[in-house]
Antibody, heavy 122, light 108 residues
């Protein structure tokens, strides 16, 4: 099982960025997926989760209305579209696979990708 | 939102000794609690889920206990590779999923 994030970088406040997470080694379409971020020197903050089909999506209040999670099961890829970025969105963004497949499974995550750094600064 | 509080923030332990980390939830999360280990520059790794079930490949020296609002992660006979930051996470009542602030286990 492997998760590889990409798309991070430096962006100005108010800008946009799209993160991708390429999955391999498991049946991607059977698992809910999530984004979790970690600001420099800080703890973990859950950002968003999507169900296995992409029909159900959930967000932290801090990103609701600005970020959109989506997935393409034909490409085994998870996305996070980030708009109206703020300085406080600066963090390493991890994608993570729900530990168990199926709807209604508990939301613990295994494994996690290596992360991609998003820096929001002028 | 369920707030997760971990203590202590830093724990200094000598290799070979045991470490006891605590995680408290602001309301009951039943047994819906996971523990993760994170080493510098690495992604978090799942250790425990369901409050006490070790994830695949996790050594038996890691054990979890508790239910409701009080949880403990015990690491017996600490090895050099165990010095890291440990996070608890509740998945009982969400969104949002919430993590504790972390406990850093450092070499004494």
């Amino acid at each position: 099982v492997q998760l590889v994030e990409s798309g991070g970088g430096l962006v100005q406040p108010g800008g946009s960025l799209r993160l991708s997470c390429a999955a391999s080694g498991f049946t991607f379409s059977s698992y809910a997926m999530s984004w979790v971020r970690q600001a420099p020197g800080k703890g973990l903050e859950w950002v968003s989760l999507t169900g296995s089909s992409g029909g159900a999506t959930y967000y932290a209040d801090s990103v609701k209305g600005r970020f959109t999670i989506s997935r393409d099961n034909s490409k085994n890829t998870l996305y996070l579209q980030m708009n109206s970025l703020r300085v406080e969105d600066t963090a390493v963004y991890y994608c993570a696979k729900r530990g168990l497949g199926g709807s209604g499974s508990p939301n613990w995550f295994d494994p996690w990708g290596q992360g991609t750094l998003v820096t929001v600064s002028s | 939102e369920i707030v997760m509080t971990q203590s202590p923030v830093t724990l200094s332990v000598s290799p070979g000794e045991s470490a006891t980390l605590s995680c408290r939830a602001s309301q009951s999360v039943s047994s819906n609690l996971a523990w993760y280990q994170q080493k510098p520059g690495q992604a978090p790794r799942l250790l425990i889920y369901g409050a006490y079930t070790r994830a695949t490949g996790i050594p038996a020296r890691f054990s979890g206990s508790g239910s409701g609002t009080e949880f403990t992660l015990t690491i017996s006979s600490l090895q050099s590779e165990d010095f890291a930051v440990y996070y608890c996470q509740q998945y009982h009542n969400w969104p949002p999923l919430t993590f504790g602030g972390g406990t850093k286990v450092e070499i004494k």
